[in-house]
């Protein structure tokens, strides 16, 4: 018979982990007290807390990356008219971006005032240089003594009475400027009765324009007629009695427009009112040359024109 083979030999037992020594004690420990003398017994020694072991490190878990479909909706964006919905955050960022558009718009709006204020200072100072050579004054207006003046006041006792006009007016402008011309277009005129309670109105007439060169005297004259014109009894008293003393007052006003011309430059025509009150009758038998003239005053605009002279 065949030997058998020798069994294999047994592992050993692990050996059992070696317990920690105890911490040794500070030098600076109090040393145990020295037994009395009387043969006493030992007091049992102080008890002591067993050191306590390190904490163990904490482990901070790794930072996870951006999902892959966030990180592509940043750098690729969905095509604005694509099927889904952007999200709220896309719609921030696009007003954001377009947010450039309202700086071009505020840069271009302050170029642009830059340029009319820019454009106004010039305009500013180019009508002072224009005034201080040309040196320009308004004209003077003076109404003559009004002729022909015919006045009839009809009517009886049951009826109110009717008055009946026909007034001429002739106002003269002197021009005092040596380089600056005036125009005058087509307007009307209008005359009326001056009385305290109030004017009466007694008819109008066109005005003719004319050209009012430098250094010269014009002339604006025109009739006025009137008929029907229904007034009060002690208002035509009064008239009746003022004009048989040639002592009736008139008010008259011309409605027209006014350009200037500096040689070859000319401006545009804007409106003009002339005002001319306190118009009395020129005498029997004479001419409109008798008489006092009476200022008028020009409205420019509806404003009073003024010099600076």
Do not use: I
């Not at 719609?91 to 454009?119: E, I, T, V």
């Not at 009508?127 to 006041?153: D, E, W």
């Not at 040639?246 to 070859?264: K, M, P």
């Amino acid at each position: 018979m065949a030997e058998k083979p020798p069994l294999p030999p047994k592992p050993k037992p692990p050996l059992p982990p070696r317990p920690r020594p105890p911490p040794k004690a500070p030098a600076t420990a109090a040393r145990p007290a020295p037994a009395p003398a009387n043969g006493a017994a030992r007091p049992a020694p102080p008890f002591k807390k067993p050191a306590l072991a390190p904490p163990l490190p904490t482990q901070v878990p790794p930072l996870k990356p951006p999902p892959a479909r966030q990180y592509l909706h940043h750098q690729h964006p969905p095509p604005p008219g694509g099927a889904r919905k952007a999200p709220a955050r896309y719609r921030q960022q696009q007003r954001r971006r377009g947010g450039g558009g309202g700086c071009s718009c505020r840069r271009a709006c302050c170029l642009a005032a830059g340029f009319a204020l820019l454009a106004l200072c010039l305009a500013l100072a180019a009508a002072c240089l224009a005034y201080l050579y040309y040196r320009p004054r308004p004209p003077s207006f003076h109404l003559q003594p009004l002729a022909p003046v015919r006045l009839r006041l009809g009517g009886n006792a049951s009826a109110a009475p009717a008055l009946e006009a026909t007034v001429g007016a002739r106002a003269v402008s002197w021009n005092p400027n040596e380089r600056v011309a005036f125009r005058y277009g087509a307007g009307e005129g209008r005359v009326a009765l001056a009385d305290a309670d109030g004017d009466v109105a007694l008819g109008w007439a066109p005005v003719a324009g004319f050209e009012h060169a430098p250094r010269s005297v014009a002339a604006v004259a025109f009739v006025a007629a009137a008929r029907g014109v229904v007034v009060d009894e002690a208002v035509a008293a009064r008239v009746r009695d003022r004009y048989r003393r040639r002592q009736q007052a008139f008010r008259v006003e011309v409605d027209t427009h006014v350009g200037v011309r500096v040689g070859a430059l000319r401006t545009g025509m804007v409106p003009v009112r002339l005002v001319c009150g306190g118009g009395v009758m020129a005498p029997r038998g004479a001419g409109t040359a008798a008489g006092p003239l009476s200022r008028c005053q020009v409205y420019l605009f509806r404003v009073r024109w003024f010099s600076l002279n």
